[in-house]
């Protein structure tokens, strides 16, 4: 094994048993409700946070990992001998990988290895990628190889998810090009996707089923004729959609692997409860 350790921030997500396997080391976004501050996926779990959200007076918003906590992330392990390889949300949809260059930047004087890629993904488009990574590093790939992985798993993976509204992606300003789709009938469901590391308008579709129908047909045009294929719920509070979403995914295509996962509460609070989507990657 190479001592190569992979570093993503919360709103990847990423199930514990793959966070435990692979020694991956998860930096927690912050959520700011009121007077209130809780690192996203320690101090706030989805249930609790769903479960407040259904009677709060007030909407809770959300802030980056700052550059001294990212740096309290960093240090231990290159002082534990590791070259750290840090895989963080899109830059267009935070300011994460800035706070984790700053924290580079800081310790490079002293010799540091650290290295940070803009993956241009979030949610489980980001694990997919934060896995075949941390996957070539258990393999003893070099921090190059490692790098290169992660590159061409950014280039062969991407989302697409449907929103019950588009309130909470407007309100937060992650909205992207479905802007457009603002002032809709509200029977409406937008489909979404990642495009670029931004948050873009596909379609509208008249009910929710129809819209799960739809992306099961986008991801197969994506995986079609693909080797490797990968793919992975996301959901807010919509667990039975997503389990059924992920067992046909997997019926539909020739999978090798499927993961149920949820988004975490801050990235909940951009996408608003209903959420549901899958992510996927191939070779």
Not at 137 to 160: I, P, Q, T, W, Y
Not at 216 to 243: C, F, M, P, Q, Y
């Amino acid at each position: 094994m190479s001592k190569i350790a992979i570093v993503t921030d919360s709103t990847s997500f990423l199930p514990a048993e793959y966070v435990q396997k692979y020694n991956i080391t998860v930096a927690p976004q912050i959520l700011i409700w009121g007077e209130e501050t809780f690192r996203d996926g320690v101090d706030i779990q989805p249930v609790e946070f769903y479960t407040r959200l259904k009677t709060a007076k007030t909407i809770p918003s959300t802030s980056q990992v700052s550059p001294s906590s990212m740096q309290g992330i960093f240090q231990p392990l290159v002082e534990q001998g590791f070259e750290v390889l840090g895989l963080f949300v899109s830059t267009k949809l935070s300011g994460t990988v800035q706070s984790a260059i700053q924290a580079k930047e800081h310790m490079e004087a002293a010799g540091a290895k650290v290295t940070v890629v803009d993956t241009l993904a979030t949610s489980m488009a980001l694990s997919l990628i934060v896995l075949a990574a941390a996957r070539a590093a258990e393999a003893g790939a070099s921090m190059a190889d490692c790098v290169a992985v992660a590159e061409k798993a950014r280039e062969n993976s991407g989302l697409f998810f449907a929103v019950d509204t588009l309130e909470f992606l407007h309100r937060g300003g992650r909205i992207g090009g479905a802007q457009r789709f603002i002032g809709s009938a509200l029977n409406l469901k937008p489909i979404l996707a990642l495009k670029d590391g931004r948050v873009e308008a596909v379609e509208r579709i008249r009910t929710k089923s129809k819209a799960h129908d739809r992306i099961l047909e986008l991801i197969a045009e994506k995986v079609h004729g693909k080797s490797n294929i990968r793919i992975a719920t996301l959901h807010a509070n919509a667990a039975d959609d997503a389990k059924a979403l992920l067992e046909r995914a997997k019926q539909q295509n020739n999978t090798a692997e499927t993961i149920f996962a949820e988004v975490s509460p801050v990235v909940g609070t951009h996408t608003g409860p209903g959420t549901v989507g899958l992510a996927y990657s191939f070779e």
